[in-house]
């Protein structure tokens, strides 16, 4: 597990100018932690952004859980600010008398069950404040994540396809988020020669944390996600169109917004653009 440690919180220096987030602050660690944990921490903090003694500091007006959600029940997508994640689970914090919208996402294409976050409702904002300040006091991870499952990510075809392409699709409905320097929230199996994760890492721009990382983090400490984008399940290239495209190639330029992202991300130039058919005498300049 240590050789999956040093991709998280994976930042640029002028990333961190550029997204603000360079005095970001993180918090000490509870001394009454068991050693593993502790352990585990201390490699996590060595790789955070900023480490301070002191509460820490975010770049959301309110502590409290937001969300906004796109198309229909079945093929949905959400953006999640302020989503608390514990235990291994997701938590809404939220004031009672608060209209959430139907916040249940597919996050896999194989995973034909939703995720529905957990909700912890509060008497008052104030109530929610204190206890996030004062009793979980949780770690931060700061800019846009997105997150997903994957099967098979050892397939590059299962892994750009049936992972990467939709979650993105998913990101572009929030735009410009998907222009931007962005984390992956992987929900992937151990592999130890996996190509692909460098190519989820190089996609996004600030790293990958796989989730069977987070999920030991989170034992007992909570973190918080200043924007997560979930929902990709029905995006997949084996869910079938009647125009047989990919699922918002067309109607959410999805292919060939994935295109340029894969070409910019790697460094490479974008192809021409042939402006005339085959059939239409089409040279090597058109």
Known sequence: MTSLIPNVFNVEDNQINHQHYSNVNYIKNNSTSSTSASSLLSKINKHALTITNSKFIHHNKTLETT????????????????????????????????????????????????????????DSYSHLEKFVRNVIDPRIIPSVT?????????????ALFDGLYPAYVALTRFSPRHLHPFRILAGINNCNACWSEDIYSRFGGLGILKQSVLNKMSKGYWFMFEELVMGSGTLCQRCTQPNLQLPGGVELDGSRLFRDRIYQQHGLIHPIIRQKSSSEGRTSHD
Not at 71 to 88: A, F, I, K, P, T
Not at 96 to 120: C, E, M, Q
Request: hydrophobic share 35%.
């Open 67 to 122: 969300i906004e959600c796109v198309g229909s029940l079945y093929n949905q997508s959400c953006l999640y600010h302020n989503l608390y994640y514990v235990d291994s689970t997701f938590m809404i914090l939220t004031v009672k008398g608060r209209d959430l919208p139907s916040y249940s996402v597919r996050i896999g294409a194989f995973i034909l069950w939703p995720t529905t976050p957990h909700k912890r409702v509060f």
């Open 146 to 158: 997105l997150h997903f499952s994957q099967y098979w990510h050892d397939n590059i075809g299962h």
